[in-house]
T-cell receptor
Framework: GAVVSQHPSWVICKSGTSVKIECRSLDFQATTMFWYRQFPKQSLMLMAT?????????EQGVEKDKFLINHASLTLSTLTVTSAHPEDSSFYIC??????????FGPGTRLTVT | DAKTTQPNSMESNEEEPVHLPCNHSTISGTDYIHWYRQLPSQGPEYVIHGLTSNVNNRMASLAIAEDRKSSTLILHRATLRDAAVYYC??????????FGTGTRLTIIP
């Protein structure tokens, strides 16, 4: 149990376009979902926390107008990278939880902006 | 949130036990100790968590020092699939995870 999926697993887009990444909890209802970013050879950095039906809370330094998060249901959250630039190329990972003590992570989405 | 310190890397022979240490000297009384691991090119995977008592699950054991200023993740019989970066984390508000650099575990066949 406790499976989280992400789609797509990898995406290549041109500079200036927008990309949407989906995160789904497949066998549980997630009260909270988290979005992380990981650059090569670095650790994960939390971008934002979202609860179903409310606005996401962004970490300091993360542009909320550039990284749009929608948590429309207890099983789906989306991250849209708007007007993507090459420096946005990264590994984006979501996680979902229904209890405070366990988070279940998706497999990640590798974004390359050309 | 309380900080954790882990060795950058460790090696272990296959089929032997592995003890991964973590120091968290500024831990507060209500902080849980969490361990996650990340295999190459994958999202992290929950391993185990505990508060005061030692904990066991199908993946590992967590030994927590009596003063809670350190803990040890124990993999009882390492396999090649256990090669990963292991993160010891004290979640902020028992929810928000801050990933440090972790310990890169290499398993020697």
């Amino acid at each position: 149990g406790a499976v989280v999926s992400q789609h797509p697993s990898w995406v290549i887009c041109k500079s200036g376009t927008s990309v949407k990444i989906e995160c789904r909890s497949l066998d549980f209802q997630a009260t909270t979902m988290f979005w992380y970013r990981q650059f090569p050879k670095q650790s994960l950095m939390l971008m934002a926390t979202s609860n179903e039906g409310s606005k996401a809370t962004y970490e300091q330094g993360v542009e909320k107008d550039k990284f749009l998060i929608n948590h429309a249901s207890l099983t789906l959250s989306t991250l849209t990278v708007t007007s993507a630039h090459p420096e946005d190329s990264s590994f984006y990972i979501c996680s979902a939880s229904w209890t405070a003590n366990e988070q279940y992570f998706g497999p990640g989405t590798r974004l390359t902006v050309t | 949130d309380a900080k954790t310190t882990q060795p950058n890397s460790m090696e272990s022979n296959e089929e032997e036990p592995v003890h991964l240490p973590c120091n968290h000297s500024t831990i507060s009384g209500t902080d849980y100790i969490h361990w996650y691991r990340q295999l190459p090119s994958q999202g992290p995977e929950y391993v185990i968590h505990g508060l005061t008592s030692n904990v066991n699950n199908r993946m590992a054991s967590l030994a927590i020092a009596e003063d809670r200023k350190s803990s040890t993740l124990i993999l009882h019989r390492a396999t090649l699939r256990d090669a990963a970066v292991y993160y010891c984390i004290l979640p902020f508000g028992n929810e928000k995870l801050t990933f440090g650099t972790g310990t890169r575990l290499t398993i020697i066949p």
